[in-house]
């Protein structure tokens, strides 16, 4: 699909402020929102919602669909009377950036204590809701819980460890656990609940003010997660021990120059066929109910992906190997209609990712970080787009826009000011989101991080760098009405501000 000509900002969920040491789905996200509405942006884009496992990445989640029970609101949990003010002023100052440590740590007893009073003190109106919550979600609520029940009482250990009736899904040994571990179901289950219930609150708000949730949807899932605990049968692994037989990456690239080793199951794309994508299909179909638009990152594992024998420490001997991708996209098509997707094609992208993306009407990603240091041919210059893009100063795996210039030689940072013709006295990162909303395609998204002028140390990923990431949180007050101001009258010379009846 292509979008209007529109404007957005790419900011996760965990970097809002908040008391409770990691952003929420409480007062702070709804101010975000007027802020978008207020400066004229269309597009709220976010990274996987999912819950996270170690170093944090939400590319990494427990699940491909449940939420993360840490973005959870305690403020609106004790607005609901599941908590009380003196259980919220009791926590210690939190760190400005957040330490996910210390957030399990802080805040998973308060989510158990509002789960203990969920079970014992609500009407019959929530019980009846959580009642067909858990009707509705089924599909994957129920092997998710039990997966998380069954890894806390496995003191965290992954899935494939575990005794092996359980680890194989044995009926019985299942149903055992099932009546041993009903409680700690039901709190996943609580949490699954709240989660949605919030994050649905939220996405009403934005829609009703004009804002689209552009949501990000990783090719691959983890392989400690419910889902490879659930269906096993469509990733390459062994049937013995429950390992990958081979995993996936990246060869090495603009970010690494080993490749990137992800470590992700591979899909068993014969059984998938087999199947008739079923598994995706619901993927899909679940996270179209939590955001409006979806990222693909890595599309052009659709096409090829690249396998690495799971004995390699690096990416670098690894082969790329053909996907089913017009097949699956044909059939997704056919079960969801029109597709409001967009393809990350990033990376070693070639004619055939190219055609893939193409066939489906698919916008591709311009990165303007990667467009001054070649010749004119270079396809990330603005001169080269098409309409059916989605231009960024960076994303959350760059750098800020100024620590990248910063890092610059001052030869490469006269090549940019060259291509500019000149500069304005607010900065090369308002030059840069000036050009991004300048440029011809549909839509130009801003890192958060560029609009506040911030810095290297408030960057969000650094790909080759396995801890320490994710961790970026705006301070309160930092939207101000003139970033506000100035952002809505770039975004309306530009010609990108919501139109009336569109």
Same mark, same amino acid.
């Given at each position: 699909?292509?979008f209007?000509?529109?404007?957005?900002?790419?900011?996760h969920?965990?970097?809002?402020?908040?008391r409770?040491?990691?952003?929420d789905?409480?007062s !702070?996200?709804?101010?975000?929102?007027?802020?978008?509405?207020?400066?004229g942006?269309?597009?709220?884009q976010?990274?996987?919602?999912?819950?996270t496992?170690?170093?944090?990445s939400?590319?990494?989640?427990?699940s491909?669909?449940a939420?993360?029970?840490?973005?959870?609101?305690l403020?609106?949990?004790?607005?609901q009377?599941?908590?009380?003010?003196?259980?919220?002023?009791?926590?210690?100052?939190p760190?400005q950036h957040v330490?996910?440590?210390?957030?399990?740590?802080s805040k998973?007893?308060?989510l158990?204590k509002?789960?203990a009073?969920?079970r014992?003190?609500?009407g019959?109106?929530?019980?009846e809701?959580?009642?067909?919550?858990?009707?509705?979600?089924?599909? %994957?609520?129920d092997d998710?819980?039990?997966?998380?029940?069954?890894?806390?009482?496995n003191?965290?250990?992954?899935?494939?460890?575990?005794e092996?009736?359980?680890?194989l899904?044995?009926?019985?040994?299942?149903?055992?656990a099932?009546?041993t571990?009903?409680?700690?179901?039901?709190?996943?289950?609580?949490?699954?609940?709240?989660?949605?219930?919030q994050w649905h609150?939220?996405?009403?708000?934005?829609? !009703?003010?004009?804002?689209?949730?552009?949501?990000?949807?990783?090719i691959?899932?983890?392989? $400690?997660?419910a =889902?490879v %605990?659930?269906?096993?049968d469509?990733?390459?692994?062994?049937?013995?021990?429950?390992?990958?037989?081979?995993?996936?990456?990246?060869?090495? $690239?603009?970010?690494?120059?080993t490749?990137q080793? %992800?470590?992700?199951p591979l899909?068993?794309w014969?059984?998938?066929?087999?199947?008739?994508f079923?598994w995706?299909?619901?993927r899909?179909?679940?996270?179209?109910?939590?955001?409006?638009?979806?990222r693909?990152d890595?599309?052009r594992?659709?096409?090829a992906?690249?396998?690495?024998?799971?004995t390699?420490?690096?990416?670098i001997?690894? !082969?790329?190997?053909?996907?089913?991708g017009?097949?699956?996209?044909?059939?997704?098509?056919?079960?969801l209609?029109?597709l409001?997707?967009?393809?990350?094609?990033l990376?070693?992208?070639?004619? !055939?990712v190219?055609?893939l993306?193409?066939?489906?009407?698919?916008?591709?990603?311009?990165?303007?970080?990667?467009?001054?240091d070649s010749?004119a041919?270079?396809?990330y210059?603005?001169?080269?787009?098409?309409t059916n893009?989605?231009?960024y100063?960076g994303?959350h795996?760059? $750098?800020?826009?100024l620590g990248?210039f910063?890092?610059?030689?001052?030869e490469e940072q006269?090549r940019?000011?060259?291509?500019l013709g000149?500069?304005?006295?607010?900065?090369i990162?308002?030059d840069?989101?000036r050009l991004?909303?300048?440029a011809v395609?549909?839509?130009?998204v801003?890192?958060?991080q560029?609009?506040l002028?911030?810095?290297?140390?408030?960057r969000m990923?650094?790909?080759?760098?396995?801890?320490?990431?994710?961790s970026w949180?705006? =301070?309160a007050?930092?939207?101000?009405?003139e970033?506000?101001?100035?952002?809505?009258?770039?975004?309306?010379?530009y010609?990108?501000?919501?139109q009336?009846?569109?």
């Open positions: 699909m292509s209007p000509r529109s404007s957005g900002v790419l900011l969920p965990t970097s809002f402020p908040s409770f040491g990691v952003g789905l409480g !702070e996200a709804y101010r975000f929102i007027e802020f978008l509405a207020e400066s942006q269309s597009i709220w976010i990274l996987p919602l999912g819950p496992g170690y170093g944090d939400p590319y990494q989640c427990f491909a669909i939420g993360n029970p840490l973005l959870i609101s403020e609106r949990l004790r607005d009377g599941l908590l009380s003010d003196e259980d919220l002023d009791g926590l210690p100052e760190p330490d996910f440590g210390w957030v399990i740590f998973l007893p308060l158990k509002a789960g009073a969920f014992t003190q609500v019959t109106e929530q019980q809701a959580f009642a067909e919550f858990c009707r509705d979600k089924a599909d %994957w609520l998710y819980a039990m997966y998380m029940a069954l890894k806390d009482a003191n965290g250990d992954s899935w494939y460890t575990w092996t009736g359980v680890r899904r044995k009926p019985d040994a299942l149903e055992a099932r009546q571990l009903s409680a700690k179901i039901f709190f996943h289950q609580f949490l699954q609940f709240q989660f949605f219930q609150d939220i996405k009403r708000f934005a829609n !009703e003010r004009g804002i689209q949730i552009l949501g990000d949807l990783p691959y899932v983890a392989h $400690d997660s =889902e %605990w659930a269906h096993p469509i990733f390459q692994l062994d049937e013995a021990t429950g390992l990958p037989t081979a995993v996936a990456g990246v060869p090495p $690239d603009y970010f690494s120059q490749g080793l %992800w470590g992700n899909y068993n014969q059984r998938l066929q087999e199947q008739d079923h995706w299909i619901q899909f179909q679940a996270m179209l109910d939590c955001v409006d638009l979806i693909i890595h599309f594992g659709f096409e992906y690249w396998s690495v024998p799971q390699e420490t690096t990416a001997n690894g !082969e790329w190997v053909q996907a089913p017009q097949k699956f996209f044909t059939r997704l098509h056919e079960a209609g029109e409001p997707i967009v393809a990350e094609d990376g070693l992208i070639t004619p !055939e190219e055609e993306r193409d066939e489906f009407g698919f916008p591709g990603m311009k990165i303007l970080q990667f467009a001054f010749d041919e270079n396809p210059l603005p001169f080269n787009y098409c893009s989605v231009v100063t994303t795996d760059n $750098d800020t826009t990248w910063n890092k610059r030689s001052p006269d940019v000011r060259h291509y000149c500069t304005s006295d607010d900065g990162h308002w840069l989101i991004a909303m300048s395609s549909d839509l130009a801003t890192q958060l560029d609009l002028g911030l810095e290297t140390e408030s990923n650094s790909p080759s760098q396995e801890l320490g990431n994710w949180r705006y =301070e007050g930092a939207l101000t009405p970033i506000r101001d100035r952002l809505r009258s770039m975004t309306e010379i010609g990108r501000l919501p009336l009846g569109g």
